[in-house]
């Protein structure tokens, strides 16, 4: 649905994107991170032809975005609805005509108008409010328009920018769970662009971690977060304080055994006790996936690897 390969992009002299290579499936919630500065937001505005780039290639729906005339864009952003996190409503609008303005610009009869605002609004659950103006809405409503107004001429594609930055956490899992309904029930596939990881864990089943306009990882959330490599630690602030004596391993939980009691069931049947150095379950999506860090004495480690290897669904490795 979405190609990318090999795309570089400048602003003036600075190279903001590196050689970016990915593709976003149909009907999946991708999501992009990176810390303030990483490119996403310019990275997502080349999806939707806002922004020129100067390598590679993007293709949208099969055709190369660079390669579209203005009028071919205007139609390529029909398809394509975005988000914000500053919501971006006009004040001086009401609900219903904030929702309604993009149909009124593409030209579509009142009748068509009324029905789907209407629709939008209760599917967004906000049809009490459609005579409000935006100054009386909290945060998490006045998303719930901009997404009702993002959804108005049918898109296939939802573009978020940080739309869940600006919330509190209990409103952002609400607004997650918004967008999962319009993915699931809509089919409309969602770029999700985010710095917090847990808008990552929580919706996405795909994600590209970028830094400094690189791709620093990709993958599906649950390899990504149950074994993250080295940078993936470092972008996520994680650093191991690790005893330095006897041996450390660490032992990966996936989510299909993170709930059993592995270890204790290993000190049982090995008749000896280890030294939980730390651990941390983890929920993605419904998913849930641990890890844990144990030390154990040198005349042990054998016997403990032994033990491991008649486990083969735990993944392990000496630190
Ligand atoms: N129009 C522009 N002209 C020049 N430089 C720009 C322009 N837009 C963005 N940049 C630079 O490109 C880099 C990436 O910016 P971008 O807005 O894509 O980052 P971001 O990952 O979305 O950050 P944030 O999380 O803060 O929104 C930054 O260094 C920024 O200063
Ligand atoms: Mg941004």
């Known amino acids: 649905m979405i190609e990318i390969s090999n795309l570089g992009k400048y602003f003036g002299s600075s190279k903001i994107l590196h050689d970016i290579t990915l593709k976003i499936e149909q009907n999946e919630i991708f999501a992009i991170v990176g810390h303030s500065g990483a490119g996403k937001s310019t990275l997502l505005r080349c999806i939707n032809g806002l922004e020129k ?38 004040e001086q609008k009401n609900v219903y005509q904030n929702v309604a303005l993009p149909m009124q610009l593409w030209g579509y009869k009142k009748s068509e108008i009324d029905e789907k605002t ?17 100054k009386a809405l909290s945060g998490g409503e006045k998303q719930r328009v901009a997404i009702a107004r993002a959804l108005t001429l049918n898109p296939k594609i939802l573009l978020s920018d940080e739309a869940t930055s600006a919330l509190d956490p209990k409103t952002t899992l609400s607004i997650l769970e918004l967008l999962k309904t319009i993915n699931k029930t ?6 999700l662009v985010t710095h917090e990881m847990s808008v990552v864990k929580n919706a996405a ?6 830094e400094h306009g690189e791709i620093i990882g990709f993958g599906d ?8 490599d080295e940078k993936m630690r470092k972008f996520l602030g994680e650093e191991d304080i690790l005893p330095n004596y006897g041996v ?13 009691a592995i270890v204790t069931a290993m000190a049982r049947e090995l008749d000896t006790d280890f030294n939980i150095v730390w651990g941390r379950l983890e929920k993605l999506g419904e998913k849930v996936v641990g890890s844990l860090v144990i030390n154990i004495s040198e005349t042990q480690i054998e016997l403990v690897k032994e033990y491991l290897k008649t486990k083969p669904e735990v993944i392990w490795e000496e630190l």
Do not use: C, W
């Open 248 to 260: 450390n391993i660490r032992l990966y939980f996936p989510s299909t055994i993170s709930d059993k």
């Open 205 to 210: 089943k795909r994600a590209l971690l970028l």
């Open 186 to 191: 809509l089919g409309i596939t969602v770029v």
């Open 118 to 134: 209407e629709e939008l609004l209760t599917l967004v659950g906000l049809i009490h409010k459609k005579n409000s103006y935006p």
């Open 53 to 90: 780039y100067n390598e590679g290639e993007l293709k949208v729906f099969g055709k190369e975005i660079s390669k579209m005339s203005e009028d071919e864009l205007r139609y390529l952003r029909k398809d394509i609805g975005m988000i914000f996190q500053h919501f971006s409503l006009l």
């Open 221 to 228: 959330i649950e390899s990504l977060f149950l074994k993250p």
